[in-house]
């Protein structure tokens, strides 16, 4: 594609960080948001030029009924874009029926379905879970216990569970019956090893950043009560499994050919090497865009844009130094937020490195332990002792949560 003259920019989805990279871009830009997310009252509204609501613009026949009416005003876009997994495939769609650019539909199935990208990837000879799909979790016979059952396209751990047992399939069937929209599954055997993601941007098929993460534990373990966080492992220390890690990693993408953009994938360390668990063309949640703009002074979420409208990419503006760096939640318990610790307090207790908070006090949250994007905010760390800064991410998670208060306290179980 060639480049786009960054003029008015349809956004899918609600995404601040998005939004404030285009607009750096010097795009105009007008994003669809759902009646639910402006209901709960949007964070940075200001951001964007115009914010139009839509019922559901997962619906193709909404999404393209609800952009005409703008069209027949008079509006007109130069591009479509959306950050999110779920946003890709109808921007895609929508861009197509628009006559603009777009991503190329096949890449969205490969890197969004996660039964069709391991496929490709057992296919290529990489180590990867066997699985199998259950097109109808509610009527199918659970395969051999333990395994992990998951959305066949979903994102974080939403609606994920780790089966150990026939009470604990019964335990994710009524939780899927009492939350309906998903019954099309996929049961992964359970791998062994430390969960890592690796995080950056790849340009015609070499990656150009890399950063590897190690979670705090496996992020399905967040169902049991374990805090979300990684630390990045540094370059300077671990230069052998870097380089093997590239190597790996460039094949992975290759064979999903996902040659330019984002990228966050999700694999198991063992002592056989990596195995694969899945892989997104988005940029990582958590705190991995807060900590890629602490450590490197890279905003992939620019970096995003820029690809999607194929402008030269904006390198790091930082060399990555020589210490560890990471993230941790600062996690709540479900109910109506009243009120929590001020970021110069959180700053007392993590050395004055970056604290972002997303959710201001009245925000109603839902439980931690059901999804992995559930949390007030995240809070920066780095040192020289990996294992010690691990240690003190649990205890500022941990006191964060004995300090917050909410209203309505529900329990953090599935």
């Known amino acids: 594609m060639s480049p786009i003259t960054p003029k008015r920019v349809l956004q899918i989805g609600w995404r601040p960080k998005g939004t404030r990279a285009l607009k750096r871009l010097g795009c105009q830009v ?23 609501q839509i019922e559901n613009f ?37 861009a197509e029926h628009l006559g603009l650019p777009r ?35 509610l009527h199918a016979t659970p395969p051999v216990f333990p395994f992990i059952l998951k959305p066949v396209a979903g994102a974080g751990t939403n609606t994920t569970f780790r089966i150990n047992d026939s009470e604990g399939w019964a335990s994710a069937l009524a939780f899927i019956r009492a939350t309906p929209g998903k019954r099309s599954f996929l049961a ?20 150009k950043s890399l950063d590897i993460g190690r979670y705090l534990a496996n992020i399905i373990e967040i169902r ?7 630390f990045s492992l540094s370059p300077e220390f671990e230069r052998g499994l870097y380089s093997t890690t590239r190597k790996w990693l460039t094949q992975v993408l290759h064979v999903l050919g996902h040659l330019n953009g984002v990228f966050h994938v999700e694999a198991f360390l063992s002592d056989q090497g990596w195995i694969f668990s899945e892989a997104a063309m988005r940029v990582g949640g958590g705190g991995i865009s807060v900590q890629h703009e602490n450590v490197f002074g890279l905003d992939l979420f620019q970096t995003f844009a820029e690809v999607s409208l194929c402008l030269p990419v904006t390198p790091a503006r930082n060399s990555r130094d020589h210490l560890y760096h990471g993230w941790v939640y600062l996690p709540s318990d479900a109910g109506t937020i009243l009120s929590y610790p001020l970021v110069s307090e959180i700053q007392l207790r993590n050395g004055g490195r970056p604290v972002e908070i997303s959710l201001p006090p009245g925000t109603k949250v839902g439980s931690r ?8 905010g995240v ?27 909410v209203t309505n306290k529900t329990e953090n179980k599935q």
């Open 30 to 52: 007008d994003v669809l948001a759902t009646a639910g997310q402006i209901d709960e009252g949007l964070d940075d509204v200001d951001v964007a030029d115009r914010v139009l």
């Open 58 to 94: 997962m619906q193709i026949e909404t999404l393209v009924y609800r952009v005409a009416r703008e069209i027949d005003t008079g509006e007109t876009y130069d591009a479509v874009i959306g950050f999110d997994e779920y946003t890709l495939l109808p921007t895609s769609f929508l």
């Open 103 to 137: 991503l190329d539909s096949g890449l969205i199935l490969r890197m969004r379905d996660k039964s069709h990208q391991k496929s490709l990837i057992r296919k290529a000879r990489l180590a990867c879970a066997e699985f199998v799909i259950l097109e109808d979790v």
């Open 188 to 207: 992964e055997r359970v791998i062994e090893g430390r969960e890592h993601h690796f995080d950056g941007y790849i340009l015609d098929g070499e990656i």
């Open 224 to 230: 049991n009560g374990a805090l979300c966080g990684s």
């Open 369 to 376: 332990a059901d999804n992995s994007v559930v949390r007030i």
């Open 379 to 405: 809070a920066c760390l780095c040192g020289h002792d990996l294992n010690a800064l691990e240690s003190e991410a649990l205890k500022l998670g941990g006191w964060f949560l004995s300090q917050v208060k």
